[in-house]
């Protein structure tokens, strides 16, 4: 299983990015999945999650600014991302939740300049 993440970049303040996490395979859509980041010096953290079922979660910092959704049928975990700030900054990485193992995307940089 791989995890092909993309969308990140550099934006301004206040601007917006969407990410988006592929994973290889089929059989997902029964699965948890996930964005963590990880920014310079800090502990990876949660960002928010979405079950099989559409239900999501967010860490209160990223309430009201991102929204996470998936797309089943392409295996793919999206995190839109608006009103940027500057500590957003950090490596988002995908996540997909399974029994035995989670999997990890590579990480997208997304770099919000003030």
């Known amino acids: 299983v791989q995890l092909q993440a993309s969308g990140g970049g550099l934006v301004q303040t206040g601007g917006s990015l969407r990410l988006s996490c592929a994973a290889s395979?089929?059989?997902?859509?029964?699965?948890?999945m996930g964005w963590y980041r990880q920014a310079p010096g800090k502990l990876r953290e949660l960002v928010a999650t979405?079950?099989?079922?559409?239900?999501?979660y967010y860490v209160d910092s990223v309430k009201n600014r991102f929204t996470i959704s998936r797309d089943n049928a392409k295996n793919t975990v999206y995190l839109q991302m608006n009103s940027l700030k500057f500590e957003d900054t950090a490596v988002y990485y995908c996540?997909?939740?399974?029994?035995?193992?989670?999997?990890w995307g590579q990480g997208t940089l997304v770099t919000v300049s003030s």
């Open positions: 395979g089929s059989g997902f859509s029964s699965n948890d």
């Open positions: 996540i997909v939740y399974a029994t035995a193992t989670n999997y």
């Open positions: 979405i079950t099989s079922r559409g239900r999501t």
